[in-house]
């Protein structure tokens, strides 16, 4: 099974909470202060909140795809790499209050995409809206360009 994610900067958690429940007809299936993910079934999305009041709300924090298996993150991050796109491999890493194996790439305009799959809900100790807002979402410093790749190219810019 996969399901496209969309992550969102919201300036109030509560309002989006609220806004996103009555649109979509189900509650979140996780929530954190400054947090909140919906799986939802039809059409299959998971949506994630993230309280930013530095960012404009309603925009784009980053996008995703979830999948069943580690197997399917690793076929994901060689066809990425045969694809000469750039890659950061997270394997084992508690995001978004979940432990997950994924792969992140970058598009042409720098919008962030993971392929991931998650292996359990995790508790962090202190949770803060500051330490929800960017996730896990590497830099594009932190990008790799395949090995394959040649410098400079302007994907990796």
């Known amino acids: 099974m996969s399901r496209l994610q969309l992550a969102l900067n919201v300036t109030n958690i509560d309002s989006a909470v609220n806004f996103y429940t009555k649109l979509f007809g189900t509650a979140p299936q996780k929530r954190q202060p400054g947090y909140a993910n919906f799986a939802?079934?039809?059409?299959?999305?998971k949506l994630v909140l993230f309280e930013n009041p530095d960012a404009v709300g309603g925009s784009v924090n980053h996008l995703g795809v979830e999948v069943g298996s580690t197997d399917e993150v690793v076929s994901a991050t060689a066809r990425l790499q045969a694809a000469?796109?750039?890659?950061e491999v997270q394997e084992q890493t508690d995001c978004c209050f979940a432990l997950q194996d994924k792969v992140w790439t970058s598009g042409p305009d720098n919008e962030k995409w993971e392929i991931y799959v998650v292996h359990s809900d995790t508790q962090p100790e202190v949770v803060t809206p500051a330490s929800t807002s960017s996730c896990c979402v590497p830099t594009a410093a932190n990008l790799e360009p395949a090995p394959s790749a040649q410098a400079g190219s302007v994907c990796c810019g």
């Open 40 to 45: 939802i079934a039809d059409p299959p999305l």
């Open 84 to 87: 000469e796109l750039p890659t």
